[in-house]
């Protein structure tokens, strides 16, 4: 049985909701010349473990996904039901268990590995979680990688997902072949990772790139780590329905759902903007400002060649990417200020999944 072994600096060389799971044939685009590192001495897995959703994949030498499941994140349980539910996941694509002799090639689980990627902050040397600020406090202090190691026998390897998700875009997405780039997530939550002289940023305890807490107005809301007017508390899409929800005026789009009793969603304050609601436009432009603000920061203290975007929330607002390119160009110092430096990501929901097989 192997022991636990953290995720390593250098990258390679280089539905819906039923409880059940779902295993669901590879999407991912197999025409690259990219390999993942020693695929060939066993089968890569990966595992991605959300707020809602942990999700298991087997993966190719070149990063396509063989076969993926995926089960619902248990909720207020103890960190045994968080690893049952992915032995769970691990067991369906053949993760857990030897040789698979049902299976026409079989999964060779000699040599084989196991990447995580789990919302952090984690110490990638030890697989051990710090204390989460916006998931259930069940994942505080969770051994995760000891723990995934002892019941697999596999090579586990563990990181933060924006790190994860950092290396997938560098070995098949938008920043494939860059050697300086930051990765930035808007979505449920607001993250980040640095990638420098291709190598990413870890800092002393293992959690440098937490772009999300940065503060963008001292003055603004609440965060759930405790400070204010932090991006994530701006931009995400809960921080965005909630702060609708505060401003909704009478008589408004907005304040005619809130009578209903319905929570609101970020959908539903891109609708209510579009119908001419001047608070919902007034939170969107808001994120949209604190976004593009935080790129220029990212541009003056990395000098990237890139900054890709990605999160659901980013990705439904394409004009935020090119907000931020213009504030770049025009508001980062100079040489930092190149134009066209803010990128959509483009691996999308499978990205963590990607990049967990590069740790």
């Known amino acids: 049985m192997n022991s636990f072994t953290s995720a390593v600096n250098t990258p390679a060389n280089t539905d819906n909701g039923a409880a059940n799971a779902v295993v669901a044939p590879a999407s991912c685009d197999d025409e ?211 702060r609708a929800g505060d401003l909704a005026e009478e008589g408004g789009p907005l304040h005619e759902i809130l009578a209903s009793g319905r929570a609101l969603t970020g959908k539903d304050v891109d609708e209510c903007a579009a119908a001419g609601d001047i608070a919902a436009r007034l939170v969107l432009e808001s994120a949209a400002r604190a976004v593009a603000s935080a790129c220029v920061d990212m541009a003056n203290a990395f000098n990237p060649e890139l900054i890709v975007i990605g999160g659901g929330v980013a990705i439904a607002h394409p004009q935020w990417i090119s907000r931020a390119c213009e504030c770049v160009a025009r508001e980062a110092l100079v040489p930092a200020n190149r134009a066209g430096i803010v990128v959509p990501a483009q691996l999308g929901d499978d990205v963590s999944l990607v990049g967990a097989a590069f740790l």
């Open 32 to 242: 690259t010349d990219r390999r993942i590192p020693d695929s060939n001495a066993g089968a890569v897995f990966a595992l991605d473990i959300g707020g809602t959703w942990i999700r298991a994949a087997r993966l190719s030498p070149r990063g396509a996904l063989e076969a993926r499941s995926r089960r619902p994140m248990p909720k207020g349980q103890e960190g045994r039901g968080i690893i049952d539910a992915c032995l769970q996941a691990l067991g369906e694509v053949g993760a857990v268990g030897g040789w698979d002799s049902s299976s026409p090639d079989g999964v060779r689980l000699d040599g084989a590995r196991l990447g995580v990627s789990v919302t952090g902050p984690v110490d990638p040397a030890t697989g051990r979680l710090f204390t989460p600020p916006n998931t259930d406090s069940n994942l505080a202090g969770l051994d995760l990688g000891a723990d995934l190691a002892r019941s697999t026998g596999l090579d586990v390897r563990v990181d933060r997902d924006t790190n994860v998700a950092a290396l997938g875009e560098h070995a098949f997405g938008a920043a494939r072949g860059v050697a300086n780039f930051v990765y930035m997530t808007v979505s449920t939550g607001v993250g980040g990772a640095v990638m420098l002289d291709g190598r990413l940023l870890r800092g002393v305890d293992g959690v440098a790139g937490e772009i999300g807490h940065i503060s963008v107005d001292r003055v603004g809301p609440s965060c759930g780590c405790g400070r204010r007017g932090c991006l994530e508390a701006i931009a995400s899409g809960p921080a965005i329905a909630r």
